[in-house]
């Protein structure tokens, strides 16, 4: 454990300037993360009440006529 | 200064003051005084007096204007609109965009021949309740004045997707004209311009009866409508069982239809709902997590202010 | 409700806890520092019997059993964290504030124009609007075709071969915008057979290149392509 802890705080926090860098690196995947999460969540609480759920039934009918 | 000041014209107050003091400190005393018998009469009558005139006063300024005001009868108010369950008004649910396809077939086939919907565009349809090819159909079906050519002439074209549902009417005056003075209002934001929105427009739209009650009076050219504030409206019924057929097979009673159509026209007061609810939903989350961590910081950077002694040590006597 | 406060909290004060370690150690040494002083001192106690003004309690049951390390990582994680979030909420507030300043959607459907080009014979000019410039449309015939690819474009004053100024050869398509002070040529006019500036006097060729006049540069081509045979796209 403190082995880890020491490793951590030698490699990303001990310098300013590298663990400045770590936050930004780390808020930048963890934007892309929270976003492809909460849209999943959100998905799941409206399933089959938004257009793309419902958009296949008239793109496939419009190409039936054609 | 200004302390200076105050402090000289307290000191020249301060033979008053005495006085004052001494009186308070009498009528304190009085119970334990030799002269207290008639003097506690007194207090008492003051003291009756003054909280008399405080609980009137009271009672006069809410009699004044503590009340709530009912500037119009029960009649003119109307009905308020019971509240129902909309599922798209919940905080994490979007509009269902399967009944704004079918609120948009309502309004299309039975609103459209007296309102305006003027502030939705054919563009705003397309990915929300119709393709982008059945958008274009729809909007080529009605013409729009062009901009004047050489000869200064405004011709006519097909509709484009830049332009907006088009008005059943020129003008307002014309729309009053075929409505015997009344004015179909533009449903673009009705939902967010009446009291009750959803609710309300639901009520309206299923609440008239099949004959006004007895005593109502019913001007001409009116008609009843309970949930209407006078209860006197130029539109009449609309909305009756199966009169729109649904594309997509649901039975087409009035109420469907009410609800659909109320949803659609919430949609098109503000179709950036789903988009709000969604953003809110991350806001609210990520806030919540900033909160607690900024409380711990709080309270990990006052630690050492809140937790440190201070000591004293003495001068050491010769 | 009270119950969680004062859960959480409990929660919160044992995070904050860590820190205490180095100062109470200093409070000792000042404790020790207030005892060595205390039998010459003049101080004069209002608590009965109590000699010492610096009584200190123990500090020890709050002391954090890990080591130094573990805790300064933990600390700089939730600072780092919150750093983080907060970056997180100022982009995207930033962003949905630059995002505000593009194109609207109705803008968006206007950007686009799109013309039926069976209706355009050979050798006509036709001109649309397009977010609000005009654009020329001149369905070319054979010979100006030649016209335009035969020239010696090398020597223009803004060169540029017929090739570049035209997808499909009988199409040219141009904003009608005169590039030296915004004024809309005249078509089939001027001295190369081609748009005629009224204003200053450019002349333009049958490929929109400047030849003469005061304009520095060629008629600008905007963005077209052609969906089908008969369908031009502008935009």
């Keep these: 454990m403190a082995g880890l802890a020491s490793t951590i705080y030698n490699s990303l926090i001990r310098k300013n300037t590298v663990f400045l860098t770590t936050i930004f690196a780390s808020a930048f995947v963890f934007e892309l993360g929270f976003d492809s999460i909460s849209n999943r969540v959100w998905d799941s609480f409206n399933q089959g009440r938004q257009w793309k759920d419902i958009r296949h039934k008239y793109v496939q009918a419009e190409e039936d006529e054609e | 200064m200004l302390a200076r000041t105050c402090l000289r014209s307290a000191r020249s107050v301060a033979p008053v003051r005495n006085v004052a003091s001494k009186t308070?400190?009498?009528?304190?005393?009085?119970?334990?005084?030799?002269?207290?018998?008639?003097?506690?009469?007194?207090?008492?009558?003051?003291?009756?007096?003054?909280?008399?005139?405080?609980?009137?006063?009271?009672?006069?300024?809410?009699?004044?204007?503590?009340?709530?005001?009912?500037?119009?009868?029960?009649?003119?108010?109307?009905?308020?609109?019971?509240?129902?369950?909309?599922?798209?008004?919940?905080?994490?649910?979007?509009?269902?965009?399967?009944?704004?396809?079918?609120?948009?077939?309502?309004?299309?086939?039975?609103?459209?021949?007296?309102?305006?919907?003027?502030?939705?565009?054919?563009?705003?349809?397309?990915?929300?309740t119709h393709t982008v090819d059945e958008a274009k159909t729809m909007a080529e079906e009605h013409e729009y004045d062009t901009e004047p050519n050489d000869e200064g002439e405004i011709e006519k074209r097909a509709g484009k997707l830049s332009?907006?549902?088009?008005?059943?009417?020129?003008?307002?005056?014309?729309?009053?004209?075929?409505?015997?003075?009344?004015?179909?209002?533009?449903?673009?934001?009705?939902?967010?311009?009446?009291?009750?929105g959803c609710d309300y427009l639901f009520d309206l739209l299923t609440g008239y009866p099949e004959e006004p009650p007895a005593g109502a009076a019913v001007p001409a050219g009116l008609n009843f409508n309970p949930y209407f504030p006078g209860t006197g409206i130029a539109m009449a019924r609309q909305l009756y069982d199966g009169l729109v057929e649904y594309e997509d097979g649901t039975p087409a009673t009035a109420s469907q239809m009410a609800k659909d159509v109320v949803e659609f026209?919430?949609?098109?007061?503000?179709?950036?709902?789903?988009?709000?609810?969604?953003?809110?939903?991350?806001?609210?989350?990520?806030?919540t997590v900033l909160f607690a961590l900024s409380v711990w910081v709080k309270r990990y950077k006052w630690s050492p202010i809140k937790t440190r002694k201070i000591v004293y040590n003495p001068p050491v006597k010769h | 409700m009270s119950a969680l406060t004062s859960r959480s909290s409990a929660l919160l004060r044992t995070c904050a806890r860590q820190r205490l370690a180095p100062i109470a150690a200093t409070s000792m040494a000042a404790q020790r520092r207030g005892k060595a002083d205390q039998a010459t001192s003049s101080f004069d106690s209002p608590?009965?019997?109590?000699?010492?003004?610096?009584?200190?309690?123990?500090?020890?049951?709050?002391?954090?059993?890990?080591?130094?390390?573990?805790?300064?990582?933990?600390?700089?994680?939730?600072?780092?964290?919150?750093?983080?979030?907060?970056?997180?909420?100022?982009?995207?507030?930033?962003?949905?504030?630059?995002?505000?300043?593009?194109?609207?959607?109705?803008?968006?459907?206007?950007?686009?124009?799109?013309?039926?080009?069976?209706?355009?014979?050979?050798?006509?000019?036709?001109?649309?609007?397009?977010?609000?410039?005009?654009?020329?449309?001149?369905?070319?015939?054979?010979?100006?075709?030649?016209?335009?690819?035969?020239?010696?474009?090398?020597?223009?004053?803004?060169?540029?071969?017929?090739?570049?100024?035209?997808?499909?050869?009988?199409?040219?398509?141009?904003?009608?915008?005169?590039?030296?002070?915004?004024?809309?040529?005249?078509?089939?006019?001027?001295?190369?057979?081609?748009?005629?500036?009224?204003?200053?006097?450019s002349h333009y060729d049958i490929s929109g290149r400047v030849r003469k006049g005061p304009a520095p540069l060629n008629l600008e081509i905007p963005e077209y392509d052609f969906p089908s045979e008969t369908s031009i796209v502008i935009g």
């Design chain 2, 24 to 128: 308070a400190s009498r009528s304190a005393s009085t119970s334990s005084s030799s002269e207290g018998a008639a003097s506690s009469f007194t207090m008492t009558v003051a003291g009756s007096a003054a909280t008399a005139v405080a609980v009137g006063s009271i009672a006069w300024y809410f009699h004044l204007f503590g009340q709530e005001a009912y500037a119009m009868t029960p009649a003119e108010e109307g009905l308020h609109p019971t509240s129902y369950p909309w599922e798209h008004l919940k905080w994490n649910k979007t509009f269902d965009h399967q009944a704004l396809r079918r609120g948009f077939q309502v309004y299309r086939e039975v609103c459209a021949s007296c309102h305006s919907l003027n502030r939705v565009a054919w563009h705003a349809l397309v990915g929300a």
């Design chain 3, 47 to 201: 608590f009965r019997g109590e000699t010492s003004s610096t009584k200190i309690p123990s500090f020890a049951s709050y002391k954090s059993s890990k080591g130094e390390t573990s805790n300064k990582v933990f600390q700089y994680f939730m600072v780092g964290t919150m750093g983080m979030l907060t970056g997180v909420g100022a982009k995207a507030t930033v962003q949905d504030f630059l995002v505000n300043m593009s194109a609207s959607a109705d803008v968006l459907a206007q950007a686009k124009v799109e013309l039926d080009l069976s209706a355009i014979p050979e050798g006509k000019n036709v001109i649309i609007k397009w977010r609000g410039k005009p654009v020329f449309i001149r369905h070319r015939t054979a010979d100006e075709i030649k016209e335009a690819e035969d020239a010696k474009w090398e020597s223009f004053r803004d060169p540029q071969p017929d090739s570049a100024r035209a997808k499909k050869p009988e199409w040219l398509v141009m904003l009608g915008v005169c590039t030296h002070l915004g004024c809309v040529p005249i078509g089939e006019a001027g001295d190369f057979g081609g748009w005629f500036c009224p204003c200053h006097g």
């Design chain 2, 163 to 196: 332009d907006p549902l088009p008005s059943p009417y020129k003008n307002d005056e014309a729309a009053r004209a075929a409505n015997s003075g009344a004015l179909p209002p533009d449903l673009s934001l009705i939902v967010k311009a009446r009291h009750g």
């Design chain 2, 265 to 287: 026209l919430n949609w098109s007061a503000e179709p950036e709902m789903d988009e709000r609810k969604k953003m809110g939903m991350k806001v609210v989350v990520v806030s």
